[in-house]
């Protein structure tokens, strides 16, 4: 008898525990810190909890440095985000630590996400499953400094097309000191910073050529093409003296400084270069002689957690259906600056002619991705190609080579799993 | 039952700690208090170490479950021409840095000890480094070794009409520009260390020296070298541990190319971080913390060893 009323009790409370849940979800958010993104992210939950009053999202963020270490800590701890953000490069790394869940296809149908987003968005798709949608996406452009375009006696309304005209500009625009040191770059050089996706995907292909082989398990750049990026991107420091390896410490704070006539950066960098205090341009990366061009682009996306489910898989769903929406989008690119995933959203007459978002978004159009396995290490590998050449003199042909088998060791140890 | 034991536990109880020695129950007490500290070094300290070495027989990469592959690690390691190449970095480090940092600090508060006139005002200056932090002095440094037109060291070089040093943009003064900083860190410590060690010799030696009529030089090297050995023990140990570790000033100055330019000025923690947390292999990075552990009490057991022995 006394029993029958505690598993009564019992039953009462558990079933009121779940009604309690059921009227209130809450679910999890994770993404790295970085400012506009924070406050494009706390206005689109405002907004989602506006329209979903049953369901509160948790904002979390790690600094960047500590953001997958967090999100794989978490997971060997039995818990983590419901919502998680990730670079489309670490996707692999994620899918095999079983971080993130496939996305339900009856919620994203395929068809829509294919014929919807720009088409790198199937670098998040693998055996068959999409992994995540991105809110926005990245490209690059080269930037220019119309004052010292002035100066130099260029039109400043007239930035470089070609990669040829590139030099000539760079050479114009140089300025150097007594001892001959260079004092304003005329572009600024460092495979640290944007340019070994611009060498990747945009100088090889310009070549003729391709960085990896089709399903990206082999280094394809070995060959004259290769070389001929190379000689062409290092020459910009060795040859026609228009760069300065570490010149003002980072590409960026040279251009900032007005100290760099010319870089070639990713709209992530708009923000932080709307308050130069000088006239800047934006163009599309430049042509070969054959004016074919290419772009590398590039996105953080969204994805759901593994270790979400029931009511909470359902609200995280939800989330993730509304942060990549239309609204979303137009949220983002306001206050972050980043380009819409969505084509009808990014490619509108407005955002077409409009100078700064312009270029970069003709570059999406022909922009390839790199399936990276290892972000990092594959970066390192053209740093210190570009420093063999640089410090220590050696044979481009002698430092491609030994890059190439770097990287293709890289690219085994992660395939030969 | 129950409540005739419970009446009668504490009574036994006290009856058993009534039966102590003051001696014996002291012992307890005192074992009872350092229990808490020994069960927390334990539990912070040695318990990871002993983990470190287990992990670094497997190939854990955080992700998925550890496995045992013996001493797999290992041969990579010694197999690896990056991992020799931090090796000689870090000694490098290690056996320029401790004796020219030791020799400044000594000659410095050698003769600081001496300067009554502002005395704890230059003290202080030189206790200022120590205090900073080690990221934001890093950075000051590295933008004093940039080159024109924003490096104050070649702005200085050019108006002398001297050419332009590359720092840390050179493979071979990269090193030396970064260890430059480390010692000036921890020049401070090492001076009020000396100075201390200074202070603590009887002055009636030197009155009786002085009498004698030894000179300065012979005063130095039979009598203040001598005694200063505990305080020059402490240092060379602490300043060879703290070159072995070397981490902030590396990190913080080469952050575009971690221990670049093309690993020439990588320490070997620095390695173990990008290995750890940059690779996510964990157990080639507890390999290589073995690795360092033992370098680490060789090192420091050698120079106990040796510097004791000459007494």
């Known amino acids: 008898m006394r029993s029958r009323t505690r598993l009564a009790g019992l039953v009462a409370g558990i079933s009121f525990l779940a009604v309690g849940s059921a009227q209130a979800v809450e679910i999890e958010y994770w993404q790295y810190v970085f400012d506009s993104r924070v406050k494009a992210m706390d206005q689109l939950i405002a907004n989602f909890q506006e329209a979903n009053p049953d369901i509160t999202v948790k904002h979390v963020t790690f600094p960047y440095a500590d953001y997958q270490t967090r999100v794989v800590a978490a997971k060997v701890a039995g818990q983590g985000p419901d919502v998680v953000q990730l670079f489309y490069g670490w996707l692999d790394n994620f899918v095999a630590g079983g971080l993130i869940q496939p996305l339900d296809p009856e919620i994203f149908p395929h068809e829509e996400i294919e014929s919807d987003f720009f088409p790198i968005v199937s670098a998040m798709k693998r055996d068959g499953d999409y992994y995540g949608l991105p809110t926005a996406v990245r490209s690059l452009a080269l930037f220019y400094n119309k004052a010292l375009f002035e100066e130099a006696g260029l039109d400043p309304n007239k930035p470089p097309q070609t990669l040829d005209e590139l030099i000539e500009a760079a050479k114009a625009t140089t300025k150097r000191d007594g001892g001959g040191n260079i004092t304003s770059e005329g572009i600024t050089i460092g495979m640290e910073g944007q340019d070994h996706h611009w060498w990747r995907e945009v100088l090889i292909r310009q070549n003729g050529g391709q960085p990896y082989s089709d399903d990206g398990t082999k280094i394809a750049y070995t060959d004259e093409v290769g070389l001929a990026a190379l000689k062409f991107h290092a020459g910009l420091h060795t040859e026609h003296g228009v760069a300065q390896p570490g010149f003002m410490d980072e590409a960026q704070a040279a251009f900032r400084a007005g100290l760099a006539a010319m870089t070639i950066d990713g709209t992530f960098r708009l923000g932080s270069f709307a308050e130069n205090p000088f006239e800047w341009g934006v163009a599309e990366l430049p042509a070969n002689a054959d004016g074919t061009r290419s772009n590398y682009s590039s996105y953080f996306a969204n994805a759901i957690g593994a270790l979400s489910e029931g009511e909470e898989l359902e609200a995280a769903q939800k989330f993730l259906a509304y942060i990549s929406s239309p609204e979303a989008m137009e949220v983002w690119l306001e206050t972050v600056g980043e380009l819409p995933a969505r084509k009808d959203v990014a490619l509108t007459e407005k955002n077409l002619s409009d100078p700064t978002y312009g270029p970069f978004l003709k570059g999406l159009e022909y922009a390839h991705t790199t399936r990276f396995v290892d972000e990092a290490a594959q970066r390192q590998v053209m740093i210190d190609m570009e420093n063999r050449i640089f410090l220590e003199g050696q044979d481009p042909a002698e430092a491609l080579a030994l890059a190439a088998e770097e990287e293709q060791a890289i690219l085994d140890k992660f395939y030969n799993k | ?311």
């Not at chain 2, 001696?23 to 500290?37: E, G, M």
């Not at chain 2, 983990?51 to 045992?68: E, G, I, V, Y």
């Not at chain 2, 900073?132 to 002398?160: D, E, K």
């Not at chain 2, 020059?232 to 913080?252: A, E, K, P």
């Open chain 2, 1 to 311: 039952m129950t409540s005739v034991a419970t009446q009668s536990g504490p009574a036994r109880g006290a009856g058993l700690w009534d039966r102590l020695t003051i001696r014996t129950k002291r012992v307890v007490w005192a074992w009872a208090f350092l229990a808490v500290p020994i069960v927390f070094y334990a539990g912070i300290r040695f318990y990871p170490t002993f983990q470190a070495f287990w992990l670094s027989l497997t190939d854990w990469d955080l992700l998925r479950p550890a496995s045992f592959i013996g001493l797999g690690n290992y041969e990579a390691l010694f197999s690896d021409p990056l991992f020799w190449r931090v090796f000689r970095n870090t000694f490098t480090y290690l056996i320029i840095g401790t004796p020219v940092s030791l020799v400044i600090a000594f000659v410095v508060a050698y003769y600081l000890d001496r300067v009554r006139f502002m005395h704890g005002f230059i003290r202080a200056l030189y206790f200022l480094p120590f205090l900073t932090t080690a990221a934001a002095m890093a950075w000051v440094w590295r933008w004093f070794y940039q080159p024109v037109p924003i490096g104050v060291i070649n702005g200085f070089l050019g108006t002398v009409g001297l050419p332009a040093q590359p720092f840390l943009r050179s493979v071979d003064q990269a090193l030396p520009a970064i260890m430059a900083t480390a010692i000036w860190a921890g020049l401070g410590f090492q001076i009020i260390i000396f100075m201390a060690g200074l202070r603590a010799i009887p002055t009636t030696y030197y009155e009786a020296a002085r009498i004698d009529g030894l000179g300065e030089w012979a005063i130095l090297r039979k009598i203040t070298l001598p005694l200063l050995k505990p305080t020059t023990v402490f240092l060379v140990v602490f300043s060879s541990i703290g070159f072995l570790r070397i981490f902030d000033q590396v990190y913080n100055m080469t952050t575009n190319d971690p221990g670049g330019p093309l690993n020439s000025t990588k320490p070997l923690v620095l390695m173990i971080y990008q290995t750890a947390f940059s690779s996510y292999d964990m157990g080639y990075a507890a390999a290589q913390t073995v690795v360092l552990f033992t370098i680490l009490l060789i090192v420091s057991l050698m120079q106990l060893w040796v510097l004791r022995n000459r007494a």
